[in-house]
């Protein structure tokens, strides 16, 4: 599922996940399938979007079973950029 913006820029377009503000990945999206499916760790170098991945599979579990969801990051400089 992808959005597109005035630009030609493609966006993620999934339940939970504002229109126009996670640009689309292929791997990301795929890894993300795959973390909401089984459980699998994600290794990726700096950079490639870990959090984007573990924000997909969250709004996905949210969309599916309901809930609240909790994100903790080690300094506050993350805290900042996540929020």
Same mark, same amino acid.
């Given at each position: 599922?992808?959005?597109?913006? $005035?630009?030609?820029? %493609?966006?993620?377009? =999934?339940?939970?996940?504002? %229109?126009?503000?996670?640009? =689309? =990945?292929?791997?990301?999206?795929?890894?993300?399938? $795959?973390? %909401? $499916?089984?459980?699998?760790?994600?290794?990726?170098?700096?950079?490639?979007?870990?959090?984007?991945? %573990?924000?997909?599979?969250?709004?996905? =579990?949210?969309?599916?079973?309901?809930?609240?969801?909790?994100?903790?990051?080690?300094?506050?400089?993350?805290?900042?950029?996540?929020?």
């Amino acid at each position: 599922m992808a959005a597109t913006d $005035a630009e030609g820029g %493609s966006f993620v377009d =999934r339940p939970l996940v504002t %229109s126009g503000l996670l640009e =689309r =990945r292929d791997y990301q999206l795929e890894l993300a399938d $795959a973390a %909401s $499916a089984e459980h699998t760790l994600v290794c990726l170098p700096t950079g490639l979007g870990k959090t984007a991945v %573990s924000l997909l599979v969250t709004a996905h =579990r949210l969309h599916e079973y309901g809930g609240k969801s909790l994100l903790l990051a080690p300094t506050k400089p993350l805290v900042e950029q996540h929020a």
